[in-house]
């Protein structure tokens, strides 16, 4: 059994920053690529950024240049670092984890920038 706990998310003014962070638990050999989703009321959820297992990554085009996604194998963590966050950023935000080719997501995280 495999499971995913986020942290981070809150409220923020736009402009600032936040970083959430998501630790995998259990059953865990090697993982995969990791990502992070967002999911806006009456919105269908969207790859945000993600990060393959030899640090490759790729951004959706409204958050490159502000966010930067990172993972710590170690730590089975994936990190994503969210700075001049815009009130469109707000959202639920899921991690993702491929792991013996299976996909684990996390519960999310709110967060919520306001204007």
């Known amino acids: 059994q495999v499971q995913l706990v986020e942290s981070g998310g809150g409220l923020v003014q736009a402009g600032g920053s936040l970083r959430l962070s998501c630790v995998a638990s259990?059953?865990?050999?090697?993982?995969?690529?990791m990502g992070w989703y967002r999911q806006a009321p009456g919105k269908q959820r969207e790859l945000v950024a993600s990060?393959?297992?030899?640090?490759?990554?790729t951004y959706t085009d409204s958050v490159r240049g502000r966010f930067t996604i990172s993972r710590d194998n170690a730590k089975n963590t994936v990190y994503l670092q969210m700075n001049t966050l815009k009130p469109e950023d707000t959202a639920v935000y899921y991690c993702?984890?491929?792991?013996?080719?299976?996909?684990?997501w996390g519960q999310g995280t709110q967060v919520t920038v306001s204007s």
């Open positions: 990060i393959t297992s030899g640090s490759i990554t």
């Open positions: 993702n984890m491929k792991i013996f080719s299976n996909d684990y």
């Open positions: 259990g059953n865990i050999f090697r993982i995969g690529t």
